[in-house]
């Protein structure tokens, strides 16, 4: 194990990132609180495996299914988002930037995916 210390410890970690996930599709916390405390988890885990042994890479392969969730959010919402005061910037729009508006609703469209595919 490289990032995780154990199976469990990666359920944890999981367990931890949907309940931010949700904390913020249900208004518990304002979006930009969401990203302080979600820390790009996808990316800062390395949930790709890009940094994982061969015990890892069997784990993230056993929780595909909950990581892509972190995937989604990683690529159609944080790669994406930009400070509410240039969202409406025509160069920013022009390149497919959206303020934390847009991207709380994005977040709320792939949260009722996951809930709908359970």
Known sequence: MVIF???QDMV?????????VFECINEQLDFWTFCSDYNNFYDYCALDGHESDAE?????????DRILI?????????YKVCKDIDADKPDYIASGRFGSI???????LIGRRVMHNK
């Open 12 to 20: 944890q970690h999981l367990d931890m990132h949907d309940k931010i």
């Open 102 to 108: 847009a991207a709380l609703e994005k977040l709320k």
């Open 5 to 7: 210390e154990s199976e």
């Open 70 to 78: 972190h995937e989604q959010i990683r690529d159609q919402i944080l």
């Open 56 to 64: 890892e890479l069997a784990l993230l392969s056993k929780y595909r």
